[in-house]
T-cell receptor
């Protein structure tokens, strides 16, 4: 089966820092989506990518669809406390079977 | 917010008992999904549906069955609950239009099997 790797698994952020995370796959996908989950809630869509090489921004968030169609990156600039949560990548298959990475948990540095 | 309601929101049940979780949508979306979320595993797909009475297995379908008799309802059944099925369960919906696989999630059901 296809393998989907999301990294890092967790990271601590200090307000103002930039954050980067990525997902890589053994398979080619036509879509990459990034979701955020706040504690006690379901995931919510942040950014959707539909074309290889595409770079899309949503406020302080920037995501890129890798040219090989096997990876995607999410960057958060100038992080703020409300950025904490779990971020998931979700490459979209052609059959409507939506799978998710294991998530990157952002926490505030103690 | 997308109209997705999961019920119950919390449930404690005993090992060996049957349990049914319900997902109800008011968006008329074609696709519905059931996921479970466990620490270290992210969201894992249990089953999904691509239309009324049309369902397919996900990566962790053993011990679970689903039914979709109406567009708006997708039921997840644990025929005989086990402790390993203690988890948070999320329902999601999407309107699959060519490349668009954006999914909207419910608020989750926390199931504890004792």
């Amino acid at each position: 089966g296809q393998q989907l790797n999301q990294s890092p698994q967790s990271m601590f952020i200090q307000e103002g820092e930039d954050v980067s995370m990525n997902c890589t796959s053994s398979s080619i996908f036509n879509t990459w989506l990034w979701y955020k989950q706040d504690p006690g809630e379901g995931p919510v869509l942040l950014i959707a990518l539909y074309k290889a090489g595409e770079l899309t921004s949503n406020g302080r968030l920037t995501a890129q669809f890798g040219i090989t169609r096997k990876d995607s990156f999410l960057n958060i600039s100038a992080s703020i406390p409300s950025d904490v949560g779990i971020y998931f990548c979700a490459p979209g298959g052609s059959q409507g079977n939506l799978i998710f990475g294991k998530g990157t948990k952002l926490s505030v540095k103690p | 917010d997308a109209g997705i309601t999961q019920s119950p929101r919390h449930k404690v049940t005993e090992t060996g008992t049957p349990v049914t979780l319900r997902c109800h949508q008011t968006e008329n979306h074609r696709y519905m999904y059931w996921y479970r979320q466990d620490p270290g595993h992210g969201l894992r797909l249990i089953h999904y549906s691509y239309g009324v009475k049309d369902t397919d297995k996900g990566e962790v379908s053993d011990g679970y069955s689903v039914s979709r008799s109406k567009t708006e309802d997708f039921l997840l059944t644990l025929e005989s609950a086990t402790s390993s099925q203690t988890s948070v369960y999320f329902c999601a919906i999407s309107e699959y239009l060519q490349m668009n696989t954006e999914a909207f999630f419910g608020q989750g059901t926390r199931l504890t099997v004792v």
